[in-house]
């Protein structure tokens, strides 16, 4: 499918990695199956043409870029609370950046989305929901 402004739309995640180089597809299939891993009952969505996840709200969103690779969390309390183990990476208000010599640890993936999940349960309980 294609967007209006001539970029390609993905229609799911599965078409979103196919299209990438082969280094690249697997650092993103292996992202992938960590936030899948951490959050079961997340639901995969292409949001802003990217890979997204949602649990009671937008959770994640992960990409592939020419020089690099990002995983933007949706919230720059979570960059804050991991502000040490993010130090090795390049980190604006929303976006984590890394390349594929030099990838962003699993571990530290699952916490971000443990942490995404914990704020976005938070805020539902908050609301009364």
Known sequence: MKASDGISTPLNI??????QPGKVKDLLQKIRRTISETAPEATEVISYKMPAYKYHGMLVYFAAFKDHCSIFPGSKSVINKLAEELKPFEVSKGTIRFTIEHPLPLQLIKKIVKTRMKENLDKKMAKGL
Not at 14 to 19: E, L, S, W
């Open 14 to 19: 599965d078409d979103y990695i196919k299209a």
